[in-house]
């Protein structure tokens, strides 16, 4: 069986080579692996800043600092599983709808093949296409999305696919088990009063930032853990989610929000759920002079990879 791993970098420098996410094999397989890394370079989304099509090549650049072993969750990633960088997915800048069907069948050969894809945005326009191709597959399954927008709006601009509007086309389609389904972090200004209100009585719970603050992580983690439940996920991450102290490369930052430290004991808090695939997406590189965010978000899609390991541990021994 092919096992799939990083360079290691005590025996190559990790300034060397070309940069692919944790220096693992860039592959276009689907055989023995568990996970693929997967560029989704697209950004005719964004309602505002723009470049979030560049977010897969920054996250990849520093992703060279990852090391195997991951010291909190105690697992040393590639002793339990094998994974590639995919390369990025064909799309084709400024046609969404284009697009969002290249995204789709991109991803088809790897959820066919029972690998968990870890995708790395572009705007969170992507999500759509990829809960497309997850529901194939899998059927509805339950969202788990970070972020400080809900991104449950109607339209922009007269138009029904924008960053701002994947999680109501989402249930529209019959993409999500609302009833598991959970969104955390919203935070800033909003269009009206019942903005949010809106996206619970789509049928979402919906925990504010200053909501989280006030429960506290380790009541929010069990919030998030008895809502999902038994039932098979998919974790999407706007990396504007976090503070845009820690993460100012971003196209819609919003003040106020969690620290690095808060966000990585939250996502290793979902240890033990059914994950079937993860993305991160609106990381602008321009927006981002010191790689802090590019840095970040690597880190967390390092705590997505740990949490596949770790359930393949736990499933080896059981
Ligand atoms: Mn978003
Ligand atoms: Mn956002």
Sequence with gaps: ??????????????????????????LETTEGIDFAVVGVPFDTGASFRVGARFGPEAIRSVSALLRHYNEVLDVGIFDHCSGVDYGDLPVNPGYIEDSYEMIEEGLEPLLDAGV?????????????????AV??????????????????????????????TPMRRALEEGLLLVENSIQVGMRGS?????????????????????QAFEMGLEALIKRIRDRVGDAKA??????????????????????????????????????????????????????????????????IVYEFISLIALGKKRGASA
């Design 116 to 132: 968990v894809p870890v995708m790395l945005g572009g705007d969170h326009s992507v999500t759509l296409p990829e809960l497309r």
């Design 234 to 299: 998919f974790v999407s991450f706007d990396i504007d989610f976090i503070d845009p102290a820690y993460a100012p490369g971003t196209g819609t930052p919003e003040v106020g929000g969690f620290t690095s430290r808060e966000t990585l004991r939250l996502v290793r808090g979902l240890d033990g759920l059914d994950i079937v695939a993860y993305d991160m997406v609106e990381v602008l590189p321009q927006y981002d002079p010191s790689q802090v965010t590019a840095l970040l978000a690597a880190n």
């Design 190 to 210: 909003i269009y009206a009063r019942d903005s949010l209100d809106e996206a619970r009585e789509m049928g979402f719970d919906l925990v504010t930032t200053n």
């Design 1 to 26: 069986m092919p096992d799939y791993r990083p360079v290691d970098p005590r025996k190559s420098p990790r300034f060397a080579g070309i940069k692919t996410f944790m220096r693992l094999p860039h």
């Design 135 to 164: 529901a194939k597959k899998y059927g509805p399954v339950a969202l788990i999305h970070f972020d400080s927008h809900s991104d449950t709006g109607d339209k922009r601009f007269g138009k029904k696919y924008t960053h701002g």
